[in-house]
């Protein structure tokens, strides 16, 4: 949870303690305590889930990255290799089963792999008698289905942990608009209690960083006392 997040959860958190222990009667009051509590469990349940978005995307990538790097290191090897021995003695194969780069984009390298399983198993009485595993070309199309699939997922993640993280903006957004109002509501409720006024402006303050860094949330909007 960034900073500004849990310092600004960390105000409603003990306003609405404040409002459950200094009770108005006032329905006003009583209704924007309310809406606080919400934003809270919004918030939380936002940052849950981008916690849980980040953990499974990384994972994701990881085991996705395996699975590529068995694609080329085994499969891929395997049936150039086969085609590059083959070529010597079969004319026709040469420049069709070139091993592609490792380091190529994730639409290349799909590409790439489908075009050399295809190729293996049209050219497959050919290749076979040279030492093509059986079945090398088809399994080769199934792993790359695999890393196909954590791909989607990773990217699913990705966009998951963004709606999460916008979801936690809106929300503490709004969680500061509520303190201002319920600023406005305790400064005239408790105009005439000293102790209890200052009880409010108490609740409400915590210590902000002095400086803002370049790269972080907005600084909370300045809220009334």
């Known amino acids: 949870m960034h900073r500004w997040v849990r310092l600004k959860l960390d105000m409603a958190t003990r306003i609405s303690v404040f409002g459950r222990h200094n009770p108005t009667g006032n329905p006003g009051i ?22 849980r978005s980040r953990a499974t995307r990384t994972a994701t990538i990881s085991a996705r990255d395996q699975v590529r790097a068995e694609i080329w290191d085994t499969l891929l090897h395997h049936i150039t290799g086969i085609a590059a021995a083959a070529s010597e003695k079969v004319t026709g194969l040469a420049g ?8 190529i984009g994730e639409y290349e390298f799909s590409l790439a792999v489908r075009r050399i399983a295809h190729e293996a198993i049209l050219e497959h009485e050919t290749l076979w008698p040279h030492g093509l595993v059986e079945g090398a070309a088809v399994e080769m199309l199934t792993r790359l289905g695999e890393w196909q699939a954590l791909d989607r997922k990773a990217v699913g993640c990705r ?19 509520e303190i201002t109002l319920l600023g406005a509501l305790y400064r005239h409720e408790f105009r005439a209690d000293p102790l209890r006024l200052a009880a ?22 300045v809220v009334s006392r």
């Open 96 to 103: 069709r089963f070139t091993l592609p780069p490792f380091r």
């Open 200 to 221: 409010w402006r108490s609740a409400r303050r915590v210590a902000w960083p002095a400086h803002k860094p370049s790269d972080v949330c907005q600084h909370p909007s």
């Open 159 to 177: 966009l998951r942990h963004v709606a999460a993280r916008a979801g936690v903006q809106a929300r503490t957004d709004e969680i500061m608009r």
């Open 30 to 51: 009583d209704a924007h305590i309310g809406v606080l509590d919400r934003l809270i469990r919004d918030v939380e349940a936002f940052e849950t889930d981008a916690t």
